[in-house]
């Protein structure tokens, strides 16, 4: 990877699920039945119904979350609260990714559609707590999430970044437009990649990434 391609960053900004940790650690599986569980119980519907509410909010809103505060007036809070209540076990730490972020120059900063506690608690179990300079959850956007523009907009703002001088790592393909239209360098972060115009660079392998990043 041409370092001369990230040479103006000063600030690094990054997703949290499936970006700083694997996939396969199949953490987010137990916040999706959390999720099933809450609308089922909420919306008196099977889990079939509550799955595919699930599934049609995340495409239409971008979060399940989203879609239940806008047909339902769900309360995001007590909602935030009970399906990130999980277990973090599945995580492992990664003192390679710690060392490639730490290499990084600036600043490097957190943004997840979760909520900032439990960013905290995924960094704590990845062996990243002190990494970043800060860490922003849905709530810092008033629960707006990506992919939307006022979304990245609040976080970016109170982060005081400057979008032209920024890359976004990401496994969202969606949650790349706005921050590319923004100017962004864009990396897809996931186990296959994926062609758009929004995708600058993609990675199956996040600290290899940045390590090459770092000694190119």
Do not use: C
Request: proline fraction near 7%; charged fraction near 25%; glycine fraction near 4%.
């Amino acid at each position: 990877m041409n370092r001369q391609l990230f040479s103006h960053i000063d600030t690094w900004v990054f997703d949290l699920d499936h970006t700083l940790y694997p996939p396969q650690m199949a953490l987010f599986d137990q916040i999706e039945r959390k999720m099933t569980t809450y609308v089922m119980r909420e919306l008196t519907v099977s889990q079939q119904e509550a799955d595919q509410l699930r599934q049609n909010y995340w495409a239409t809103y971008g979060t399940t979350l989203a879609g239940l505060m806008t047909h339902h007036a769900v309360d995001p809070i007590p909602y935030l609260e009970e399906v990130h209540d999980i277990s973090f076990h599945p995580l492992q730490e990664d003192p390679d990714l710690r060392a490639a972020l730490e290499g990084l120059p600036g600043q490097k900063i957190v943004y997840t559609n979760g909520t900032q506690p439990y960013a905290e608690k995924v960094l704590q179990a990845r062996g990243l707590e002190g990494v970043f300079d800060a860490v922003f959850g849905i709530e810092h956007a008033e629960f707006e999430p990506k992919p939307r523009r006022r979304a990245f907009e609040r976080v970016f703002r109170t982060a005081k970044l400057n979008p032209r001088k920024s890359a976004m790592f990401e496994d969202v393909p969606r949650n790349l437009i706005v921050p590319h239209a923004l100017g962004m360098r864009t990396v897809h972060v996931a186990p296959q990649p994926e062609t758009a115009d929004h995708i600058h660079h993609h990675t199956n392998h996040l600290s290899t990434f940045l390590d090459t990043l770092r000694e190119a």
